[in-house]
Structure formats: structure tokens, C-alpha cells
Antibody, heavy 113, light 109 residues
């Protein structure tokens, strides 16, 4: 069955960095575009970033452009999100999603001093 | 990259139908037939219920239907059941980015 498992979340100070991972199984990872979507506590969903199936195209939300980088390693069936210059408003559960049709359970990132 | 507009709440009794709207612009909902709807129970991941405006993924009952007119998309849930009580989000492709609605809390009375 399709599975997406996020990891790497935690508590980080403002200005710090964190790298999230999303390990995929149960489908041909290299054939699908992938997204990161986040949800601040008690708030709605916010699209963060997209990467094409082959890694050759990326798009970002204005709120994270220049600070976050999405990447993938198709040989390891893994999606990444490198987050730099983190701010309090980046605090959220971060979900990886396959073409926005199947979502992982999410990993919590808390930015706080 | 402005959020799509959804009503914050909706409600209906078991067996009834309820429709949730999702209003965007001519740059997102009005421009593309890539509107999706998600259901999210508390503490759980979103689940795709409708994609490409009106298509249902395998396993989603036909009680769920979607439509679009101009810049507004709609999700209709017929034959309301207790398990339908959840948050519902719309999303749309907007040309090199995606945008979500603010969410609608559906209460089954």
C-alpha cells in the first residue's frame, strides 16, 4: 500500500535550520511529482513547495521562497525540504504529498526560542 | 498567492445534503480545471475526495460530488453521515503554484 513517512521535525530557534525527509513506499516514487504542504496549529492548509517527478522543476510559495529548498533522491525514494532562516510563523505540521492525491501523516516543526 | 474563500462553517442533519463553496479568481479556479477537495478529521492527514473539479478517487462514495462555475467551485455531500463531520478544504492549481481555501468545518447535527 502507498505510504509516505515524514521525519526530521522538532524544535528549532528562530534563524535556525532544519531538514525534513519524506520516505515513500508502495508506488513508483520516480514517476510522481511531490509537494510539501504545511498547517499551522489550529489553522488551514498552506501549500509550500513542488518538485517535478525528475527533480528538474521546483516551485515555491512566496512565504518560503529563498529560504526553503525542495529536493528528491529517486534512488532512495525520498523527498526533502531544507528549511533555513526559520521564523516563528513557520511553526506547523509539515505534510509531504504525492501529486496532492495522497498525504503522509506529517511532522511537527516548532520555531521558538 | 491569496487563499481561496470558503465559508468557515456548514451544517446539516443526517441524510440531508450540504454544499460548500470555494471562490477564487480568474487566475486559479477560473483558469484551470484542477480544483480538488480534501476532508480532514482532527489530528489526521487530509484525504482527497474530489479532483479535477468533479472526479472521485477510487473508494470515495458517490455521495460526494464537485462542480465549478466561473471562479467558484462547489462540493456537495449528499446523504450526510456522522463520519462526514470534519474540516473540508478546496485547492486549485494557479500556474506554477497551488492555493488552498481557508477550510470549512462541516457539522452533522
Amino acid at each position: 500500500q502507498v505510504q509516505l513517512v515524514e521525519s526530521g521535525g522538532g524544535v528549532v530557534q528562530p534563524g535556525g535550520s532544519l531538514r525534513l525527509s519524506c520516505t515513500a513506499s508502495g508506488f513508483t516514487f520516480s514517476s510522481y511529482a511531490m509537494h510539501w504542504v504545511r498547517q499551522a496549529p489550529g489553522k488551514g492548509l498552506e501549500w509550500v513547495a513542488f518538485i517535478r517527478y525528475d527533480g528538474n522543476n521546483e516551485y515555491y510559495a512566496d512565504s518560503v521562497k529563498g529560504r526553503f529548498t525542495i529536493s528528491r533522491d529517486n534512488s532512495k525514494n525520498t523527498l526533502y525540504l531544507q528549511m533555513n532562516s526559520l521564523r516563528a510563523e513557520d511553526t506547523a505540521v509539515y505534510y509531504c504529498a504525492r501529486s496532492l492525491d495522497f498525504w503522509g501523516q506529517g511532522t511537527l516543526v516548532t520555531v521558538s526560542s | 498567492q491569496s487563499a481561496l474563500t470558503q465559508p468557515p462553517s456548514a451544517s446539516g442533519s443526517p441524510g440531508q445534503s450540504v454544499t460548500i463553496s470555494c471562490t477564487g479568481t480568474s487566475s486559479d479556479v477560473g483558469a484551470y480545471n484542477y480544483v480538488s477537495w480534501y476532508r480532514q478529521h482532527p489530528g489526521k492527514a487530509p484525504k482527497l475526495m474530489i479532483y479535477e473539479v468533479s472526479k472521485r478517487p477510487s473508494g470515495v462514495p458517490d455521495r460526494f460530488s464537485g462542480s465549478k462555475s466561473g471562479n467558484t467551485a462547489s462540493l456537495t455531500v449528499s446523504g450526510l453521515q456522522a463520519d462526514d463531520e470534519a474540516d473540508y478544504y478546496c485547492s486549485s492549481y494557479a500556474g506554477s503554484n497551488w492555493v488552498f481555501g481557508g477550510g470549512t468545518k462541516l457539522t452533522v447535527l
